[in-house]
C-alpha cells in the first residue's frame, strides 16, 4: 500500500523521484512581507535529504523568507496524465562566499555537462556571494491523476 499524502516517505514514491532528478523548475510559494502570497520558479538541487536553492543575496525573497522562513515547493509536468509534486517546509538561510555548491550540481543538471560548465565557469567571475536556502519537507504530496487524485475528485 502505498503512503499517505502527507508522508515524506512519498519522496521515494517512483513520481516523486522522477520529478526530483527532472529539468523542470520547482516553483517556490512564500508569504511576502505584507502577506500576500508569491511563487517564483527557482533551480534545485535535491540531495536526498532537503531541497537546495541558491540565489543572490539582494533577491527579494529573502527578506519574505526571512520575516516567514514557511514555504511550500512544487515539481510538475506538463503531460497529460499530469504528475505533481508537492512539499511543505521551513526554508533555512546561510550565505556562503562564492557559489552554493549544489547551484553547480543543479546548473549542470539542468544544462547538461558542457554548458553547465560553461555557465558555471561563467558565474564564478561575477559572483562573489551567494544565499544558499535549504527547505528539509515537513509535508510530501504526490499527484499522478491515475492512482492519486486531488482530495475533490474522490
Keep these: 500500500m502505498s503512503a499517505a499524502q502527507g508522508s515524506v516517505t512519498l519522496l521515494d514514491d517512483p513520481i516523486a523521484k522522477e520529478l526530483l532528478s527532472s529539468k523542470i523548475p520547482a516553483r517556490l510559494g512564500y508569504i511576502w512581507p505584507d502577506g500576500t502570497p508569491?511563487?517564483?520558479p527557482v533551480w534545485f538541487h535535491w540531495n536526498g535529504t532537503e531541497f537546495v536553492i541558491?540565489?543572490?543575496p539582494n533577491a527579494p525573497k529573502l527578506k519574505a523568507l526571512r520575516a516567514n522562513p514557511k514555504v511550500?515547493?512544487?515539481v510538475d509536468d506538463n503531460t497529460f496524465p499530469?504528475?505533481?509534486l508537492m512539499v511543505r517546509g521551513t526554508a533555512a538561510l546561510k550565505e556562503v562566499t562564492g557559489l552554493v555548491p549544489e547551484y553547480e550540481l543543479a546548473?549542470?543538471?539542468y544544462f547538461g555537462d558542457v554548458q553547465g560548465a560553461e555557465w558555471i565557469q561563467q558565474a564564478r567571475q561575477t559572483v562573489k556571494s551567494m544565499v544558499r536556502i535549504s527547505v528539509r519537507p515537513e509535508w510530501v504530496g504526490v499527484l499522478d491523476f491515475q492512482s492519486r487524485f486531488p482530495s475533490t475528485l474522490h
Design 38 to 40: 508569491r511563487v517564483v
Design 54 to 56: 541558491a540565489t543572490m
Design 72 to 74: 511550500a515547493l512544487t
Design 82 to 84: 499530469h504528475k505533481v
Design 107 to 109: 546548473a549542470h543538471r
